[in-house]
């Protein structure tokens, strides 16, 4: 059976909120005891290395609100996404949002050296 993924947002202050209420199901006197080298081998073990270069790909500050539209999509590619489970609108717009970077990236000129 797949793993269902629940992704939640909420703020260091609520967080730590939760922390004082014992409402996570996180061990977090196990995580503060690890050392940041512990901590970067189970990231490592569990998604592998980051990328070279990604540091380049964080964004500072909040995203703009989606806007809502209506999009005609191939009928197997939008098949294709929703099999992934749900979140499928979300990964179509990260697929956009890259190749739109990749573009721009593309199109913005090489700072000339001295």
């Known amino acids: ?31 503060e005891q690890m050392s940041n080298a512990e901590v970067e081998l189970r990231a490592n073990e569990d998604d ?9 790909t964080v964004e500072i500050g909040l995203p703009e609100p989606a806007q809502p539209v209506n999009i005609r999509l191939d009928a197997a590619v939008l098949r294709w996404f929703k099999s992934r489970g749900p979140g499928y609108q979300t990964r179509i717009n ?3 949002r890259a190749f739109v970077q990749a573009r721009q990236r593309a199109e913005t000129p090489e700072p000339r050296s001295k």
């Open 48 to 56: 592998g290395p980051l990328p070279e270069g990604w540091e380049a």
């Open 94 to 96: 990260a697929v956009l």
């Open 1 to 31: 059976m797949a793993k269902k993924e629940r992704i939640v947002h909420a703020s260091a202050d609520e967080i730590q909120s939760m922390r004082k209420q014992g409402k996570t199901r996180s061990d977090w006197a196990a995580a």
